[in-house]
């Protein structure tokens, strides 16, 4: 039983233009999502988090949006650029319900094209 | 480089084999996290430890264990193994056990089971 989906293995976007990746949770006691990104041969790197007391966080290029009662957050990029192709996780966890480490979702491979 | 080392690289082993995978937190990290990465599939979340101490368990087989060392490196036993263990096995270490403490991924192990 997957508790986070993210449901496009992969995107394609302009360089330039906006990237925005999907990702959804069915656990309603998640209360804190982060986005990770990773190359090949790498492991995941931290982007951004945001916790369900908030619904925007900003950093940068970097912006995810929570909508708590569709248990659904983005990820947006803008503007995207060449080193942004890579792929992104999507993490959700509950901060008070016990210590389970991290539910990650399977991953979208991000690809922007010159 | 995230600072967290994990050795070895790649591993082939058989069937029915035992190995040990080791992790080296960063310097000051005293929580350390071991994930699985399947084919196809997210991370999914194994075990924490947190100074020495197992601290949360997740979808962790009975076949395989995990300890943490007083100089706080960590390794994961995976014993009996099957065609199914083949994956990449990350480590993850962060400061504090808490789940909203950044966590910092080692680039893996690639365990090939034949």
């Given at each position: 039983d997957q508790q986070v989906k993210q449901n496009s293995p992969s995107l394609s976007v302009q360089?330039?233009?906006?990237?925005?990746?999907?990702?959804?949770?069915?656990?309603?006691?998640?209360?804190?999502?982060?986005?990770?990104?990773?190359?090949?041969?790498?492991?995941?790197?931290?982007?951004?988090?945001?916790?369900?007391?908030?619904?925007?966080?900003?950093?940068?290029?970097?912006t995810v949006f929570l909508n708590k009662s569709a248990k659904h957050l983005s990820l947006h990029i803008v503007p995207s650029q060449p080193g942004d192709s890579a792929v992104y996780f999507c993490a959700a966890s509950a901060i008070g319900g016990g210590a389970d480490g991290l539910t990650f979702g399977k991953g979208t491979h991000l690809i922007i094209q010159p | 480089d995230s600072g967290v080392t994990q050795t070895p690289k790649h591993l082939i082993t058989a069937t029915g084999q035992r190995v040990t995978l080791r992790c080296s937190p960063r310097s000051?990290?005293?929580?350390?996290?071991?994930?699985q990465q399947s084919l196809d599939q997210g991370l999914q979340f194994l075990i924490q430890y947190y100074n020495g101490e197992e601290r949360a368990k997740g979808n962790i087989?009975?076949?395989?264990?995990?300890?943490q060392f007083p100089d706080l490196h960590s390794e994961l036993n995976?014993?009996?193994?099957?065609?199914?263990?083949?994956?990449?096995?990350?480590?993850?270490?962060?400061?504090?056990?808490?789940?909203?403490?950044?966590q910092y991924f080692g680039p893996g192990t690639r365990l090939t089971v034949l």
């Open positions: 360089e330039g233009r906006i990237s925005i990746l999907n990702c959804d949770y069915t656990n309603s006691m998640f209360d804190y999502f982060l986005w990770y990104k990773k190359y090949p041969a790498e492991g995941p790197t931290f982007l951004i988090s945001i916790s369900s007391i908030k619904d925007k966080n900003e950093d940068g290029r970097f | 000051g990290d005293l929580s350390v996290y071991w994930y087989l009975e076949r395989f264990s995990a300890q995976l014993s009996s193994l099957e065609l199914g263990d083949s994956a990449l096995y990350f480590c993850a270490s962060s400061v504090s056990p808490q789940i909203t403490d950044t």
